[in-house]
């Protein structure tokens, strides 16, 4: 039989997931109420030019980003002023080194007047990307072009698609930090129904939620509606992707996750009993089997890391195919990410686990809740080397967290992660009240008086009325039956209520744990609206570059230089002089004159110019201009992906054993 100490309440479970629900319902507004923020591979620079006005039709269009992109055969479309179609074939990739640049031919012999083209992609870190801008052949005129109102990633789809972003980052955290509460702070909760509910609600949201991403990525990444939800051809596309790859691993390891807690709340869960129950009959009645329960065993151990390599693959299926994935040192980001995830779900889950603990199961020990106060502690720990490291990743500069959309929403993080912080103080300080009531018999060792004695305790109401026929009466009238079914469940709500009020310890415990939890699931729907903001880094670099999405280009200005010369060899003295115009990112025209000390044209055998952007690490971007005359070279549609102060390297080889490389720091855009 219970103890009295023991109260059930059961509004626990209930009220987080009406803070989970409401943290939905948050998320899908702010994601129904701004502009699809998923663009995250910029535009850094076109052929021609947005806005450019050309003297002679150009025979292709090309597009250059800052990562890596995937097409289709429609990605790029190129449309004369009444609308139909010039562009011909399929994309094809230009890309060279570091410089990712793709292109369509066009028809010839286009007509003057203004042409748009429209492009969409899927960035590298699974998000969809979409732009558009027009370009003029002799001059501007009217366009009869009229561009879908709805970006990919926006609609209803991108809501939908939104939500279910967050419905799988909190069933990711409940179910890993669930388990992970149970496994190694306290088993004895592997046998009580309100934790089993809780993880296995958090199998249930993530395997829904993956599910409903799978269906939905086709219509999220290609403008389309709900109705492509169940388009064979569109799933079977995805499939193809990387994400649609990492969403079927996450389907398959949520399939090995299902046998993890089916044996967690199995026989992992009789083996607790069976030593709880050794426990009380060696007179140790305090209930912590944490420390022993399969401690050394099979069975605890093959839980422990079955559960963790499971837990850091399906942490990987966001790692391998987000953010983490693309960028600066994705080697490096990619186990960080994972290892940010993991601390996430063992704090934020293991809060969960422990709230409805305190509210809806048999008092908690406290040296359970003393064990889980030491892996949170330790969790926040990773989470802020983990965050700092991802921070300076994704921002690249400190003006990143006032001008871009992801740095704001950085700060709003940070900042309710310093007020979970604050709470998890005062909870441990609850923790430590609860510790020292009980080792002096106060609240906490109240059950051990309250054990039944066969007598009614002043108050009480007997079974039967205090009549000795009752039973019998009852047993043959309903209406009496019921009448004292009622009379026991009122006096066990008022004997529950009067326990719960008298332990202060455990009320504001239980009190600040459902503070944190609140906050934490505001914590959850922040991290969902980063993962699909631009980040930081990408967004400046898209300003920085003259993105068609940016309010202004960036001016550009041809660069003109000339670097004396001395490869060491007869006749190897001399000047080099390099002109690029427009001299701005984008497609540029190189010319290279190479002159004797007398100004007279040198034919040097060999020239090779190199461009390296040393604040991004790119480059050296190599160019082998061709010869057009004796001393003269040129490259034409030389692409400069971003602005900045890009390092020209010259090299001249005047026989074949003497050559010279001079180099210059010059401002480009």
């Known amino acids: 039989m219970p103890r009295a100490t023991a109260p059930r ?58 990562e890596q992109v995937a097409v289709g055969n429609d990605s790029i479309r190129v449309l004369d002023p009444r609308s139909k179609r010039v562009d011909t074939g399929a994309p094809r990739d230009l890309s060279s080194g570091n410089v990712v640049t793709y ?19 899927v960035s590298a870190d699974s998000h969809p990307v979409a732009g558009a801008f027009t370009f003029s052949v002799g001059a501007p005129s009217r366009t009869a072009v009229q561009l879908p109102q709805q970006n990919p990633g926006g609609g209803p789809v991108g ?3 939104g939500i279910a972003r967050y419905a799988a980052y909190a069933g990711f955290v409940v179910l890993v930090g669930g388990a992970a509460f149970v496994l190694g702070c306290w088993p004895r909760g592997a046998g009580a129904r309100p934790v089993q509910r809780l993880v296995v609600g958090g199998w249930v949201a993530l395997t829904g939620a993956t599910l409903a991403m799978l269906l939905l990525r086709s219509a999220y990444t290609g403008s389309g509606g709900l109705g492509d939800v169940f388009d064979l051809a569109g799933l079977q596309a995805v499939l193809a992707t990387k994400t649609g790859a990492a969403l079927v691993s996450r389907l398959l390891l949520l399939g090995a996750s299902a046998l993890f807690v089916t044996v967690l709340f199995g026989a992992f869960a009789k083996q607790a009993e069976a030593s709880a129950g050794d426990d009380v ?11 022993r329960v399969g401690s050394g065993t099979d069975l605890t151990f093959g839980l422990g890391i079955g559960g963790t390599v499971v837990a850091a693959g399906i942490a990987a299926t966001w790692a391998l195919s987000e953010h983490a994935s693309t960028g600066l040192q994705p080697g490096i980001a990619m186990p960080v990410d994972v290892l940010h995830l993991l601390a996430v779900a063992a704090w934020l889950g293991g809060l969960a686990a422990l709230l409805v603990a305190l509210h809806g199961t048999p008092a908690v020990e406290r040296s359970a809740v003393l064990r889980f106060s030491r892996v949170a502690f330790w969790s926040v720990v990773v989470l802020a080397l983990t965050g700092l490291y991802q921070s300076w990743r994704q921002l690249g500069s400190w003006s990143a967290l006032t001008d871009t959309s992801y740095g704001r929403l950085l700060l709003l993080k940070v900042a309710l992660i310093a007020l979970l912080v604050g709470i ?66 009122a006096l066990a709500t008022a004997t529950r209520k009067r326990l719960k009020e008298a332990d202060a310890e455990r009320s504001g415990l239980r009190r600040s744990v459902l503070a944190e939890a609140g906050v934490a699931v505001v914590v959850l729907a922040v991290t969902t609206l980063l993962t699909s903001t631009e980040p930081g880094r990408t967004e400046e670099l898209a300003a920085n570059a003259g993105d068609p999405r940016a309010a202004a280009p960036a001016p550009s200005h041809p660069v003109d230089i000339t670097l004396p010369f001395d490869t060491g060899g007869k006749d190897g003295k001399g000047t080099a002089r ?18 004797r000390p007398n100004g007279r044209p040198l034919d040097a055998p060999e020239v090779k110019v190199s461009f390296t952007l040393t604040a991004e690490k790119i480059g050296p971007l190599p160019v082998t201009p061709d010869r057009i005359a004796v001393g003269q070279w040129s490259a034409r549609n030389l692409q400069i992906p971003l602005p900045g102060e890009w390092r020209v390297q010259i090299t001249v080889r005047t026989s074949d054993i003497d050559q010279a490389t001079v180099d210059k720091n010059v401002k480009i855009g």
């Open 424 to 489: 998890a103080w005062v909870s441990r300080r609850w923790t430590a009240r609860v510790s020292d009531a009980a080792a002096g018999g106060g609240p906490d060792s109240a059950g051990k008086d309250a054990e039944p004695t066969g007598k009614e305790q002043p108050g009480e109401v007997p079974e039967t009325g205090g009549n000795p026929d009752a039973g019998e009466a009852a047993a043959v009238d309903p209406e009496r039956a019921a009448q004292l079914a009622r009379q026991k469940t």
């Open 281 to 291: 009959r060696d007179g140790d009645d305090d209930g912590d089997t944490g420390g």
């Open 159 to 161: 809501v939908l698609y």
């Open 103 to 121: 292109g369509v031919g066009l028809q010839s012999g286009l007509a003057k007047g203004t042409y748009t083209v429209a492009w969409q992609a």
């Open 9 to 66: 309440f059961g509004t626990g479970g209930g009220a987080l997931v009406r803070l989970l629900l409401v943290a939905g319902a948050l998320l899908g507004a702010l994601l129904s109420g701004a502009a699809p923020a998923s663009a995250h591979a910029a535009l850094t620079g076109s052929s021609p030019r947005d806005g450019a006005v050309l003297t002679a039709a150009p025979k292709e269009v090309t597009l250059t980003f800052s």
């Open 578 to 595: 390099l002109s690029i115009s427009p001299g701005g990112s984008g497609a540029n025209e190189l010319r290279l004159w190479v002159k």
